[in-house]
């Protein structure tokens, strides 16, 4: 299995670990570690995104060895922050870990919402998750983004029916806060705060009934040219000029929300293929949550 050169003289790193640089082909004396192979596709990536792109349509494999529709792990922990949260829980997709948690209050309803109690989200991202995010505006922006997604995703697929957060209308209701702290960052981060957020509401222990949880899956995809990638790495999300959420209904079929980032307009049968993903995802959402009534 190899990837193909372009007439630009460029190829991605070949499995016998041959390069091509320009017009020469360079042989290495000894087999590279992965991880200086990962660093030199990076390196050719930042300096040649254009060549990036088209090496990653015809290739056979992304730079982490996954093919074009591949999602990565899923691994999810509920409760591990019991003492001080209301519900907890941290989503991993590859190297991407967000931790969440639930904090409750008592709060007045709004004006035009008496009988109906509120959800907030807060995004916390910090340099120790990436380096891209060093600088204030830059935490702030991704985090405004973040925060809006999370909170379309959790009202519009009515994930918490906020008619059972009132305690009496027009008065008192309940607020529930969702804390989601990115740890590190890795591609795909909408998707980890969406899945953790849902886990640690589905921990919440309230007299309440909060709904769906296992069915509303969100997934980050990539497009371009007629190439469609599933759960994107950094690396990706960073060449990748077209860029979906989408978060599903996998019960029912219904498209919750969809956020189109960037790019050009695409075809019905590349959104199809979009949406579908998102059972592979629920697939490793349902799978989880298995496993772990199966320990406890």
Known sequence: MSCHAH????????????ILTGNHRVSMADTPSR???????????RFDPATYLSDLESACRRQDGRSHKQLRPLKLLQGIL??????????????TKVLAGVSLQVGQP???SPEKGEIGVEVNLLPLCHPKFSSIQAQQEESKALENFVQSVLLRCNVVRREDLCIVEGRHVWKLNVDLQCLSHDGSLADACVLSALLALADVTLPVTIVGTDEKV?????????MLLGDLSLAEEEKIPTRLRIAVDCETGQLCTLQKLGGVSM???????AVALCGARQKQFL????LRQDKS
């Open 218 to 226: 969100v997934i980050l995809h990539g497009f371009h040219a007629d």
């Open 7 to 18: 007439e630009h003289g460029y190829s991605m790193v070949r499995l016998d670990f041959f």
């Open 35 to 45: 991880g200086a192979v990962e660093e030199m596709i990076s390196f050719y990536s």
């Open 110 to 112: 709004g004006e035009d």
């Open 287 to 290: 799978l989880e949550r298995d």
């Open 82 to 95: 019991q003492k001080s949260t209301a519900g907890s829980s941290l989503a991993k997709i590859g190297e």
């Open 267 to 273: 075809a019905s049968e590349h959104l199809d293929s």
